[in-house]
């Protein structure tokens, strides 16, 4: 039995204890010893999970009012455990007017009307553990909610003890302004418009780098600080296993205040990002609540750039254990504006993380979530002829890059964009504002905007899950979906993909599956082959004596692939499309062609 495979089992054992241990109760952390070290890396449960993103909203529908909810989730579970996921996260699910869809919060410590009660939330979780699975859940405390009670106190009057709970500031004189004021400052909102609304009541401005709906927090205040550890200890103590935070860089606001520059308005989110006590209230947060539960923390981390990464998950730094950076997801667009994008600078992204974040700095691989457009369609090929292909090629690829891989409801059915042909077929508020904002004032005509939005549009990732080729897909037995389903569910629905072997759905199953067995798909050091080819993406996971080779052709044509000269490919594991080639160092791959090898 070699170093490794004691190693191994060294890990297993105790992963297999905890997974019989689990009552509902919150997880005390477990004593960092107990993780060994494979390839400098400290083990951890959620660094070889893989984490599978439902929005609730439009997951399944149980009571026929067209809206997802909690027991239609719960429903769904032994799916989700078939598909071989170990981490569910969960979009917010607490009470909120629904603004933004949840992520504008009135209670934190109330489940959403719509979605059900506490009880379907602790049903929820027991059916969650009872798979061996997680749950984190979204952790949205820079902002809240302007029908929250603390901002409805703090709106109320300048001396409420919840005023500071907020962002108050008086305005700019300016007699010609309808208020009498102009904003404090040129701050913009994520949502069009500027980031600070007038309130009559005291006649002054608060701060929402988000909606008017939205408020921004006060984390300089030590009552905001101390509320939020609260309500997280509330959950943990249910017995979650960690959150998903929302653009938690941008709660440490600049000193003062000042106006951006020019140059800082062309980026508003790295502005905001990153303030002045964001390390210091991340440390706080950790010592007071991570610290005492046995978590997984993943930050959304707008505005962060790679080089700063290590300065939020470096495991030294006792902050979040990783976080999203947009510099992927984000490679097809210049602000909200579509563009086009080449394989050697998608590369080139993984061959940066691949540097700059070491054996203490862990990474997250993702292509898709709630706030972007569908995966196949934005990095595959969602045409009829190639969208099969492409979505294996990247479970391929999200499953074998280095970091802990997340996967958006329905891309392990190769759900694809929606057909949008009118403004009123969106739901999105950062639709709405924009076409108010760009649109009605002629910046941008309606055609070339709506061109756009089919391709980056939020809500061709929110329509409803499709689960068989009945009405609605099978999301709800109500005649309308709060959001209309994709009309091609008839071809794209879970019922055909699990009953079809060699279905996307199965091909995923199958991938992760490979990634549990496969240390070196987890542990093991990665290495592009070919950082300039236009059409090959090829790269190895290498972990001791243990190397795995996969190769991706994200071209709709047949491309050649030479391995050099040190390299021999031993045996396929996998592959998207049947492969009989013996030649095992030319490789001849077909359009949207994925293979993983075992190297010698
Ligand atoms: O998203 C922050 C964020 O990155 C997006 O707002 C993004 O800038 C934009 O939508 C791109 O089109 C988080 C949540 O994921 C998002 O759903 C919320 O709308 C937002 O924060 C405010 O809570
Ligand atoms: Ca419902």
């Known amino acids: 039995m070699n170093l490794y495979r004691a190693a191994l089992a060294l890990i297993v054992a105790p992963s297999l204890l905890l997974a019989v241990s689990y009552a509902q109760t919150a997880t005390p952390p477990q004593p960092s010893a107990h993780n060994a070290i494979v390839n400098g890396y400290q083990s951890q449960w959620w660094k070889e999970a893989v984490v599978y993103q439902v929005y609730p909203r439009s997951f399944k529908d149980s009571n026929g009012d067209g809206i997802g909810d909690l027991p239609g989730i719960t429903s769904k579970l032994d799916y989700l455990q078939k598909l071989g996921v170990k981490v569910i996260w969960l979009s917010p699910h607490f009470d909120s007017p629904n603004a933004d869809n949840g992520y504008d919060i009135r209670d934190y410590r109330k489940v959403m009307t719509e979605f059900g009660t506490m009880a379907d939330f602790d049903a929820l979780l027991a059916g969650i553990k009872q798979r061996h699975m997680r ?64 309130d009559s009541g005291t006649k002054e401005y608060y701060l929402h780098y988000f909606a008017v709906k939205q408020p921004d927090l006060n984390w300089d205040n030590p009552k905001v600080r101390a509320e939020v550890f609260d309500l997280m200890k509330f959950w943990l103590d249910k017995g979650v296993d960690g959150f998903r935070m929302d653009v938690i860089p941008l709660i440490s606001k600049r000193a003062g205040l000042p106006d951006l520059t020019p140059e800082e308005l062309k980026n508003v989110g790295n502005a905001y990002a990153n303030g002045p006590h964001m390390h210091e209230y991340l440390q706080e947060m950790n010592r007071n609540v991570m610290a005492k539960y046995d978590v997984m923390t993943v930050g959304e981390a707008l505005g962060i750039s790679l080089q700063q990464t290590p300065s939020i998950v470096d495991d030294r730094r006792h902050e979040l254990n990783m976080i999203f950076n947009f510099d992927a997801i984000r490679i097809n667009r210049e602000g909200r504006q579509w563009k086009s994008w080449t394989l050697p600078e998608f590369k080139a992204i993984y061959a940066e993380h691949a540097s700059k974040l070491d054996v203490h700095s862990w990474d997250t691989v993702f292509l898709s979530n709630h706030d972007n457009p569908r995966l196949v ?103 309308k979906a709060w959001l209309a389903v994709n009309p091609n569910y008839k071809e794209i629905n879970a019922k055909e993909e699990l009953a079809d072997p060699d279905s996307v759905y ?43 080779l996969v190769i991706l052709n994200l071209s709709s044509d047949p491309v050649s692939f030479s391995l050099s000269r040190g390299l021999k490919a031993r045996a396929i594991v996998i592959s998207n499309l049947p492969t009989a080639e013996k030649d095992l160092s030319n490789l001849k791959l077909r359009a949207w062609e994925a293979r993983v090898y075992k190297l010698e």
């Open 506 to 548: 199965n091909y995923y199953r199958r991938m992760i599956a490979l990634r549990d067995h496969t240390p070196a798909l987890i542990y093991g050091d990665y290495k592009d082959l070919d950082p300039q080819n236009k059409a090959i993406f090829a790269y190895t996971r290498v972990l001791g004596p243990e190397k795995s």
């Open 135 to 198: 749950l984190i859940i979204d952790l949205v405390v820079n902002h809240s909610s302007d029908e929250h009670k603390w901002f409805v106190e703090s709106r109320s009057s300048k001396d409420s003890p919840y005023r500071d709970y907020y962002i108050w500031r008086p305005g700019k004189p300016n007699t010609a302004s309808p208020t009498g004021f102009d904003p404090p400052n040129n701050y913009p909102s994520f949502f069009s418009g500027s980031a600070w609304q007038y």
């Open 377 to 479: 369609s934005s990095f595959g090929d969602d045409s009829p002829a190639f969208r099969v292909a492409s979505a294996k090629l990247l479970a391929t690829m999200l499953l074998s890059l280095r970091g802990t891989p997340f996967i958006y409801q329905g891309d392990e059915l190769g759900m694809t964009n929606y057909p949008f042909k009118a403004i009123g077929d969106f739901d999105d508020i950062e639709v709405k504002n924009a076409y108010k904002a760009d649109v009605l004032t002629g910046k941008v005509s309606e055609q070339a905007y709506l061109a756009n939005l089919r391709h980056m549009s939020r809500d061709n990732a929110r329509t409803p899950m499709q689960w068989d080729g009945s009405s609605n897909g099978g999301f709800t037995t109500a005649s």
